[in-house]
């Protein structure tokens, strides 16, 4: 029975064909209900191999490709084999495998940075604004009390130095760490500077007190450079990695261990050395085999002095006078990367810009000093070699090229101008019959320095000091 709102109730006919009329006098019928979501909701579309993911409209769903192609992507999806390949792809480029020696090997346990196709460019280990240096020339007389540092059993110190020309004729002490005017309480590296034969002979005092010991054979030798090692009582003196005197000492703890560099305290007075030294660099480490000090040469706004790393602190002469060596990043100022070089191109006499298949230009501009002397050095011997002089960083700033002689050459060494402040280089390598490649640019050891002198070849940003 049905329902009617004229008659009330009532009955229809119950028919099988669902019709579309308002008025229909029956009442249709399926044999099932479809409870499938393909008749339940609408079809939702998407492209093959995409992800349907959410819009951020409630009910809705959008869809997002998988990232495959070797190219930037910005919001496609990725797949873990894509990125399993590009990570082979770039250690397989960027790096290369080598041996122990630093060979190219396949069976190596070691990696080296191509530097063909990146710049080794090693971040320094001081702040901004630190200039970190090779060493620190203290001169006679010169010292720097450190701090007071706690000695104990396990404790290990290093000491990188180097004797100048001149040893001396007073006792010398090139590092000292004792406590308060005991004659043991702490360490000394020292040289006896008299008694006749025994004269510049190794002094090495340890822990114990009263407790010294003087090499009945070694001395040491000017213009040298040694490594003094002071290990849990094993005190090592050392000189291009061999052993030339070591003796071992009895441990006793020191609360307060008075350190200073180029002299030692005796009670409350400091005993200072009588000649020059060079200092490389001083390390700590504690029983635990933490570096508790890392003494760095190095120069801030010109003042000289060491930086510890463990610290953070910078620390000046206590007496006499610092001079810093040379910097510890390389002098090239040729990155040899790929971006900075344009096969197939040189610059005229004129400092055009023209086309050559034979020749190549490094197309970055160089910042040079003006009326100053630059030598451009390689490791072969090049048909021809120009440098091109700039007073801006464009063709229009172009001043002059210098040419080297045809064949042979193995540098050229100019002086720039009044108003020079930009230096780009280029090169026919081998003759105007043979073409170069990127690949035979890199391997030339291309170094731009400063001064009128070939140097050894380093490369671009490279930290010389290890």
């Not at 400092?351 to 501009?365: A, E, H, P, Q, R």
Request: aromatic share 12%; hydrophobic share 30%.
């Amino acid at each position: 029975m049905i329902y009617d709102d004229e008659t009330g109730i009532g009955e229809k006919e119950i028919v099988s064909t669902l019709g579309n009329s308002a008025s229909a006098t029956t009442v249709p019928t399926v044999g099932a209900v479809k409870t499938g979501l393909d008749g339940k909701q609408d079809t939702i579309n998407g492209t093959p191999g995409y992800v349907m993911t959410g819009t951020g409209t409630p009910g809705e769903v959008g869809e997002r490709a998988i990232y495959s192609a070797n190219t930037n992507y910005s919001d496609s999806l990725v797949t873990a084999e894509t990125v399993n390949t590009g990570v082979i792809n770039a250690v397989n480029s960027s790096l290369i495998r080598v041996n122990e020696q630093g060979t190219p090997s396949d069976s190596g346990t070691l990696w080296e940075i191509n530097t063909s196709l990146f710049a080794l460019n090693v971040r320094p280990m001081l702040p901004d604004g630190y200039i970190q240096r090779q060493y620190i020339y203290m001169m006679e007389g010169s010292y720097i009390k450190v701090e007071d540092l706690p000695i104990s059993a396990g404790y290990k110190v290093e000491f990188d130095f180097q004797t100048t020309a001149t040893l001396g004729s007073n006792l010398r002490n090139y590092l000292g760490g004792r406590s308060g005017g005991s004659a043991g309480g702490g360490f000394r590296l020292s040289k006896l500077a008299s008694g006749g034969t025994t004269l510049n002979r190794v002094v090495l005092y340890g822990f114990e007190s009263g407790t010294e010991y003087y090499d009945p054979t070694t001395q040491f030798q000017p213009n040298t450079r040694y490594k003094y090692t002071y290990d849990n009582g094993v005190c090592t003196l050392e000189s291009g990695g061999s052993v030339v005197s070591t003796q071992t000492f009895t441990v006793t703890d020191n609360t307060s261990t008075k350190w200073g560099i180029n002299a030692y305290v005796n009670g409350t007075t400091w005993q200072t050395n009588s000649s020059d030294i060079y200092v490389y660099s001083v390390k700590v480490w504690n029983t635990q085999g933490e570096l508790v000090m890392n003494l760095v040469p190095a120069t801030y706004n010109n003042t000289v002095g060491f930086y510890d790393t463990v610290s953070k602190t910078f620390k000046t002469a206590t007496s006499g006078t610092f001079t810093a060596g040379p910097s510890c990043i390389s002098p090239n100022l040729i990155n040899m990367i790929p971006a900075n070089i344009t096969v197939g191109k040189y610059i005229s006499a004129q400092g055009v810009v023209s086309d050559s298949v034979s020749n190549f230009i490094y197309n970055k501009y160089i910042p040079v000093k003006p009326n100053t002397k630059y030598t451009l050095s390689f490791n072969n011997e090049l048909y021809f070699v120009t440098m091109s002089e700039y007073s801006s960083e464009s063709d229009a700033g172009f001043i002059k090229r210098t040419q080297g002689s045809t064949g042979g050459n193995t540098s050229l060494t100019i002086t720039t101008g009044a108003t020079t402040q930009y230096l780009r280089w280029g090169s026919n390598p081998y003759g105007n019959d043979n073409e170069v490649t990127l690949e035979q640019i890199q391997a030339i050891n291309w170094m731009l320095t400063e001064g009128d002198t070939a140097q050894t070849y380093r490369p671009y940003g490279e930290n010389i000091c290890y």
